[in-house]
């Protein structure tokens, strides 16, 4: 793991807050997580804001009702890069950035990232591309730090596959997985001072410790408004 260091907060925003992003493929746990790493900040007076893509608000839930239901066979890669692009967009719009001006701990399960993974190295469509309209749709808002929760695919596949319900996306193939996990892999690889790489297939309780150790580190470097008054 690499400790994150300080650096420029939100590039393109300036704004105040902390921006932090949880990214992976399926069933790699990352949602457990959220509210675990939610609950020891709060525990330590910070103010925090957990949201999620696809689906936040009412139009998120309407465009995440479109992507993930399995009986949209005819919807275009294209098309499908533009709604999570469009949810995005209105995600930063309402949700992440009013909470980061106010200088909350803001927790995505999912961000630019997923697209890039799933969109780019997943359906083929060109990296340089999604990298533009993702960053049009958020102006240009990056995290301050990426967690990345990385599984081999069979492990993952085989969790997703004993639910009820396989979405849209989960149904795609082994390869296409494959594919999205090397992705996440190579955008942490390339920024490491951005990203925590974390083995997925490690306990609940040590991948909550190396996440908040990992926050605390990057804490220490920022001013975040904990709400609480001195
Ligand atoms: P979801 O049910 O939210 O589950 P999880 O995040 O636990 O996998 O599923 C969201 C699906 O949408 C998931 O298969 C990844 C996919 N996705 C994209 O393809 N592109 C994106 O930009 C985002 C945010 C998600």
Known sequence: ?????????????????????????????????VPLLAGWLRGRGHRVRTTFEPGDGVLG?????IVLDP??????????????????????TTTIAPALAAGQIVITDRY????????????????????????????????????????????ALAR???????????????????????????????DPTRYLVLDATASRGSLAAQIAGAVEALLGTEQVDSGVSP
């Open 1 to 33: 793991m690499t400790a994150p260091t300080a650096r420029p907060r939100h590039r393109g925003t300036g704004h105040g807050g902390v921006f932090l992003a949880f990214e992976g493929g399926e069933g790699c746990g990352k949602s457990t997580q």
């Open 61 to 65: 839930q309407a465009i995440r009702a």
């Open 71 to 92: 009986a949209n066979t005819e919807l275009s890669d294209r098309a499908e890069a533009l709604l999570y692009a469009a949810d995005r967009a209105q995600h930063v």
């Open 112 to 155: 630019v990232d997923s697209s890039l993974a799933y969109q780019s190295a997943g359906r083929g469509l060109p990296f340089a591309e999604i990298a533009h309209i993702s960053a049009w749709a958020t102006e240009g808002l990056v995290p301050d730090l990426t967690v990345v929760f990385d599984v081999p695919v069979e492990i």
């Open 160 to 190: 997703v596959r004993g639910r009820a319900a396989v979405d849209r996306l989960e149904a795609e193939s082994q390869a296409f997985h494959e594919r999205v996990r090397q992705c996440f892999r190579s955008l942490a690889a390339a």
